[in-house]
């Protein structure tokens, strides 16, 4: 019980904080993020990583809109991106893979993805993305957060997926499972030969 007071002071603190890291952020200029939803902080984030935020978003709108996610998404991932989903126990790694991944998840939600609020560290190379799904055709919807870490190049490292409640990780599980079996072995195939 004291364990929960002091989290729920923490969070307090922390909600405030925030707030406070938009207020700042705008009045700095980065009102520009605002075409983007709710964006908190990146006050003196580097044009690499601001770049690298557009650019996501503009993979996602592409996704949604049917259009070619991966030539946007694509050149922003690290080739050693490491990407760790909710689904799986143990992490992917590499730019391909964790694209293949991220086109089926968008298969997955269609257009029914939205981002809510979205965090930014003041220099914007750590993200985290409050995101709304619905899981396919299944009737369930999933509320999860993306952390998302980004180099001085801009490019994507670490990509983390939290999501809840359980019972629509376990729908989006079953999902992926029926695409990215399919598709990695594709690309796999495509490596083997020197194609990817």
Not at 104 to 119: D, N, P, T
Not at 136 to 141: E, Y
Request: hydrophobic share 45%; with cysteine; net charge neutral.
């Amino acid at each position: 019980m004291l364990f929960a007071r002091g989290l729920s002071r923490g969070l307090s603190r922390a909600s405030s904080a925030l707030g406070n890291a938009k207020v700042a952020s705008r009045a700095l200029g980065n009102a520009a993020l605002s075409d983007l939803g709710d964006v908190y902080g990146a006050s003196s984030a580097s044009p690499q990583a601001l770049a690298t935020f557009r650019a996501w978003h503009g993979a996602i709108d592409a996704g949604m809109a049917g259009g070619d996610a991966r030539g946007v998404l694509r050149p922003i991932l690290h080739d050693r991106c490491v990407f760790r989903p909710p689904t799986y126990f143990a992490p992917w790694t590499g730019g391909d893979e964790v694209c293949v991944l991220l086109e089926a998840a968008g298969e997955v939600f269609g257009s029914s993805f939205a981002y809510g609020r979205q965090w930014l560290s003041e220099d914007g190379r750590e993200w985290a993305l409050e995101f709304r799904a619905d899981i396919a055709a299944t009737g369930k919807a999933l509320d999860g957060i993306d952390l998302v870490s980004v180099d001085a190049d801009g490019l994507i490292t670490d990509f983390a997926v939290l999501a809840r409640p359980p019972n629509a990780v376990a729908a989006l599980k079953d999902e992926m499972m029926r695409r990215v079996p399919v598709k990695m072995a594709t690309l796999k195939a495509k490596q083997a030969l020197g194609f990817a």
